[in-house]
């Protein structure tokens, strides 16, 4: 299994000099498999170019989304797969008790916000509104669970041949509870993360910008570290870069995060578009750019 980071910027595409090294483009990650159609992981601006890249395969694709805030679904009308005439594409997203996962995201695709309306795409696009639980897609199988942000929200795991992958972009694990007093059980996320290879998780905060934003569903560097280490992962990539943070900042909260990890086990490291991460059964994960 290999995870392609296509953009782990968070809240706002943040293109510039300032952002070359980590980049600008808003969450998509692409999962390889061992057996079975390409999975992405979100449809932020980095789908984009995703898009070019995949448009020339054949076969299904999937597209699992962790919710529809417009920085995870933005790039979703710029996917070329979804203008292209019967091309299979399913998406995958949390459910609601309000509307359908199809008839949220057609108010994102339709005017005002877009000049086409979801009906119009010629692709043979299915929606599948996911609750907590098990499927399969290829060679994985997948577990989704509501994590606590704002808005419907889930996190999704990925096991394949031994091997787990934990994608939770956007979470706040401790809103209102003591790092150092928290029960496991009770933790927001928690099973869904226990014991992964890799976990990619929401890293947004200097731990001083945090105050200001307590119960906006994101997390400090600190509470993303405590949060890696009460679930027992192998290795923890910071995600969801905020647009405010140039890349001399990202990798102060990148040193911040060894810090806190310590000397046990692999260092934390932050996410970094165009690079790739492989996951391997015996546990070894390397990462190439």
Known sequence: ????????????????????????????????????????????????????????????IHLCLTHLHLDHLEGLGFFVPLWQPGRELHIWGPASPVESLEDRIARYLSPPLFPVELAEVPANVTFHDVHEGDFTLGSARVRAEPVSHRGPTVGYRFEEAGS??????????????????????????????EGADLLMHDSQYFEHEYPEHVGWG????????????????????????????????????????????????????????????????????????
């Not at 510039?16 to 498999?33: F, I, K, P, R, W």
């Not at 923890?236 to 810090?259: C, G, M, Y």
């Open 1 to 60: 299994m290999k995870a392609g980071v296509w953009g782990c910027r968070g809240s706002l595409a943040a293109p510039g000099a300032d952002t070359v090294v980590y980049g600008g483009n808003t969450s998509c990650v692409e999962l390889q498999l061992a057996d079975g159609p390409p999975v992405i992981l979100d449809a932020g601006t980095g789908i984009r170019l995703l898009g070019l890249e995949v448009a020339s395969r054949s076969g299904p």
């Open 218 to 289: 994101h997390s400090s560097v600190a509470h993303a570290v405590a949060f890696g280490r009460l679930a027992g992962v192998r290795r923890l990539v910071l995600f969801h870069h905020d647009p405010l943070h140039t890349d001399d900042q990202l990798r102060s909260l990148e040193a911040r995060a060894q810090e806190l990890w310590g000397d046990e086990g692999m260092a934390p490291e932050l996410a970094r578009e165009g690079t790739t991460l492989q996951i391997r059964s015996t546990s070894r994960v390397t990462t190439t750019g």
């Open 164 to 193: 787990v992958l934990v994608y939770i972009p956007d979470h706040e694990p401790f809103l209102g509870v003591d790092p150092e007093a928290a029960e496991a059980d009770w933790v927001s996320g928690f099973a869904l993360a």
